[in-house]
């Protein structure tokens, strides 16, 4: 046994560094520094999986890798340079008038490279040396075909000419870019030479197509999505040292997406995510080629902003594939949140950030909460390939859907050789990389990163780690090898409050930690030390940025689905979080209207609608009147009566108008609106919107009042709609349909009316003039979900389609529960107090 009283234990405190600011340097961005990554990556060789859930996922990918027909997957190659195949085409993406063909051999590329180096499995090698010689012939054919020498591709070269002059395509760079990224794979995992040549070769046709045009020619053609090109040219370079290469990877950079980074300003919404992040990617690369610092701070603050501003519970990101508004999470909710393609990317981007700066253990925290949160639950664990869906929905309607899904319909999962989406793509590196990550070492160290059941060959024996994880608390790692070296463990940022982790080596307590940083035990091992890590658990329910009442449920690691069978919530309920109750195995039970819903880890959560957000009332109502609002001041800002509330503000052609012994404000209907804080409507269980309005010009959807997040997530009164109705509606981003109460006709023209709606346990009312004039017993969106609201208004809508209001609001008031007819009459008729 080693000697105990030799040990040193040492804390490396990781707080999440400043934006800009590493650890290790912090030069200004544009000064040229040598990078110095001092952590080493491990050959995939060197790393068995041992069983888990990540080791039986990568098996049944293996077994599609296995499975897939090289001759299919090389048919539109061949058939585009002119040279025989009678292998049947492919269908879905791959088929041979779809203009992304091509794309995904080059992921099997590199899911072979993984798999083969992981495995050492020598048909996988086979299949991949195949793959290569025959790709390496289709481009030694493509001269004589009338293309560029290098050009290796399934579709036409012309489809670049198309680019370059201004024609859409889709996205033949980013087709390139999988072919590329999968030839350099090879060569690294498995040291083929053929494909370096080959990759060289491409290389050199990007010479010939970029260099000539002008920078801001290029520029334009960077507009269409063009992968990750700037990162495999970077990796190019990194092994060939020709600085062509590395020039090459530089003619990448779309300026419009980096300058804005570089600058610390967040330009994300309304980007296509999976467009954006293979470009900070490459950003990562392109820094360790030159040292310019610009290109580190353009990906670590483009990092933050994706993980702490536009990322779901989950780890994913995006809805409908576009980035929204930072803190935009419970009102940008969807079936086609979180492709998986884009946190297949953050996980890239987060592992080499991480081996620039191993003091920020938040970028393995990223990749450990995603890889269990996401990726693993992306794959059908009934489906003997490994197929996966596109997305993962985070509405309340979403689902993972039945085991064979034709099509890249949200939640269905892919198909052998007739789906062939981008993230049936990412599906074969993701699965197949599970060893890359688990640890890194230095001479003297070895990091452990990752607790995923695995041997690492490393110094003269191996370190073996055994666990459960995320399933058990307890993680052992045996020790056999010798001599003095330093184990660092990290510590989740999950792990907090009271549970500290324990380390303890060979059954003695060694250090008590909470999350968020690595653990060092430096001493002389022996063989047989063992090492073990208890990770305490305990359930924690995370709040939406946007709306503190929309919270998910986690355990450890892991984020809680309720399992919704064939019955979809129409939007998220509100719960009782005290009725969530361990049920045994590693699901508990949720009282949802009254019904058991069962909670289990996500990642078990399969062919079943799910839900993952619920609303939780805080625990003390709001007071009884909310804010209140008179417009009476002269001047741009209206001030709520007590200064509960932050002011008002007259916007654009808003002015002030006498009305009775005070003011009003006048609307122009060409950008006039008044502006009210954020947040308006935060808690509120249920509650009364009462306000005057005047109606200048009765124009169909012009609002009276919309408070909301986005064109989605909405509580608004609409003057007329085209069935010449007022319509007071309410969506949350993710149902399917709004809620809405009609009056019996339009709001009235030219007189002054005073509007009242109430949400509350008996559903919405909806009053003109005192009189109830609608009503809808079955709301079903509460209005929690309303939330922290960022844009509320009067006279103006969240979307950009519909017309101001051309007329005038007095007298706002909000109440924080539902008042009842009689105190609706009060208002009207002036008898009830104004700050009631
Ligand atoms: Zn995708």
């Known amino acids: 046994m080693g000697g105990l009283a030799a040990a040193a234990i040492a804390l490396t405190s990781a707080p999440a560094s400043a934006l800009g600011r590493d650890s290790a340097v912090s030069p200004q961005p544009g000064q040229r520094v040598v990078p110095a990554g001092r952590l080493s990556e491990v050959s995939l060789r060197d790393v068995a999986l041992l069983d888990s859930r990540y080791r039986q996922n990568m098996e049944r990918t293996v077994a599609y890798l296995r499975f897939v027909d090289p001759d299919r997957m090389l048919h539109t190659f061949r058939t585009n340079v002119g040279l025989p195949s009678s292998a049947e085409p492919l269908g879905g993406w791959e088929a041979p008038d779809v203009q992304l063909r091509g794309h995904s051999t080059g992921h099997l590329l590199s899911g072979l490279a993984f798999a083969a180096a992981n495995t050492g499995d020598a048909d996988l090698a086979a299949k991949s040396r195949y793959l290569v010689a025959e790709l390496a012939t289709c481009q030694a054919a493509s001269p004589a075909a009338g293309y560029t020498s290098g050009y290796l591709s399934a579709f036409p070269e012309e489809a670049f000419v198309g680019i370059e002059a201004g024609r859409n395509f889709w996205a033949p760079y980013y087709t390139i870019h999988k072919i590329l990224a999968g030839l350099v794979d090879q060569y690294v995992h498995l040291q083929n030479e053929q494909a370096l040549t080959v990759a060289e070769g491409i290389a050199s046709w990007v010479d010939a197509r970029m260099t000539p045009l002008a920078d801001d020619h290029r520029q334009r053609v960077l507009k269409i999505e063009f992968g990750g090109m700037n990162e495999s040219l970077a990796d190019l370079y990194a092994i060939t040292k020709n600085p062509d290469h590395l020039r090459l990877a530089q003619l990448f950079d779309e300026a419009v997406f980096y300058d804005p980074l570089a600058e610390g300003r ?39 902003q994706v993980v702490h501003h536009h990322s779901y519970v989950i780890g994913g990101n995006s809805n409908a594939e576009f980035f929204g508004e930072p803190d935009q999470v419970a009102s940008f909710l969807g079936e086609n949140s979180c492709e998986n393609c884009n946190s297949y990317n953050m996980i890239k981007l987060s592992r080499r950030l991480f081996l620039l700066d191993p003091s920020r253990s938040d970028y393995m925290d990223y990749i450990e909460w995603t890889l269990l949160n996401q990726m693993l639950g992306e794959q059908d664990p009934d489906s003997e390939h490994g197929f996966v869906t596109y997305y993962t929905g985070l509405s309340a309607t979403s689902s993972r859907k039945g085991k ?19 993230d049936h793509g990412s599906g074969m590196e993701t699965h197949t990389k599970f060893a890359d990550s688990i640890y ?24 073996r780690l055994r666990t459960s994880y995320p399933y058990d608390e307890r993680v052992v790692l045996d020790v056999e090898t010798s001599g003095r070296f330093a184990i660092k463990l990290r510590i989740p940022s999950w792990v907090r409050g009271r549970n500290a982790a324990v380390v303890k080596v060979n059954g003695r307590v060694e250090e008590r930690s909470t999350g968020g940083s690595y653990v060092t035990v430096e001493r002389s091992w022996q063989r047989g030390d063992r090492v073990e890590v208890q ?48 049920r045994g195995g590693h699901d508990y039970t949720l009282d949802v209207d009254g019904r058991q819903v069962v909670l289990s880890p996500f990642l078990d959560v399969h062919h079943e609608h799910y839900n993952v957000y619920w609303a939780v009332p805080p625990k003390k109502q709001g007071p009884k009147v909310i804010a209140s609002y008179g417009f009476d001041e002269r001047d741009g800002t209206a001030r709520e009566a007590r200064r509960r509330r932050a002011d008002a503000e007259l916007v654009d052609g808003a002015v002030r108008e006498p009305r009775g012994g005070g003011n009003a404000v006048l609307l122009d209907g060409a950008g006039g609106h008044v502006r009210l804080p954020e947040g308006l409507l935060s808690g509120l269980q249920e509650l009364t919107v009462s306000v005057w309005t005047r109606v200048d010009v009765l124009v169909n959807n ?74 809808n017993a079955a709301l079903q969106m509460s209005p929690l979900l ?14 950009p389609k519909h017309p101001y209001l051309t007329g005038a609001v007095d007298d706002l008031r909000i109440f924080g529960r539902a008042l009842d007819d009689a105190a609706v009459q009060g208002l009207f008729s002036g008898t009830n107090g104004r700050d009631r």
């Open 535 to 582: 990770l305490p658990m305990d359930v924690t329910w995370l709040t939406a940025p946007d709306n503190p009442a929309v919270q998910a449920a986690t355990y450890g690691p892991l984020v809680l689905a309720g399992r919704m069978g064939t019955d979809p919530l129409p939007t998220i309920p509100v719960v009782d979080p005290g009725t969530l109750l361990p």
């Open 404 to 422: 064979e899904g034709l099509d890249s319909a949200p939640g269905s999962y892919s198909s052998d050789h007739d789906n062939f989406s981008c």
């Open 266 to 304: 967040d330009v994300l919404s309304g980007r296509h995510a999976n467009t954006d992040i293979p470009k900070a990617v490459g950003a990562v690369a392109e820094y360790v080629a030159t040292g310019d610092t610009r290109y580190r701070k353009i990906a670590s603050f483009f990092w933050d």
């Open 440 to 463: 890194f070492t230095e001479p003297d160290a070895v990091w452990v990163n990752l607790y995923i059941p695995s041997e690492l060959r490393w110094r003269d024996g191996t370190l």
């Open 702 to 775: 012009s609002h009276v009042f919309n408070f909301g997040f986005n064109p989605n997530s909405y509580f608004f009164l609409n003057v007329r709609t085209g069935a010449n109705r007022a319509r007071v509606a309410l969506k949350l981003s993710g149902m399917e349909r709004e809620d809405f109460i009609d009056a019996d006709g339009p709001l009235p023209e030219a007189r002054w009316t005073h509007v009242a709606v109430t949400l509350g346990p008996d559903g919405g009312r909806f009053y003109l003039d005192g009189s109830l004039r609608g009503h």
């Open 786 to 799: 309303l939330g922290a609201t960022q844009h509320n208004y009067l006279g103006k809508s969240q979307s």
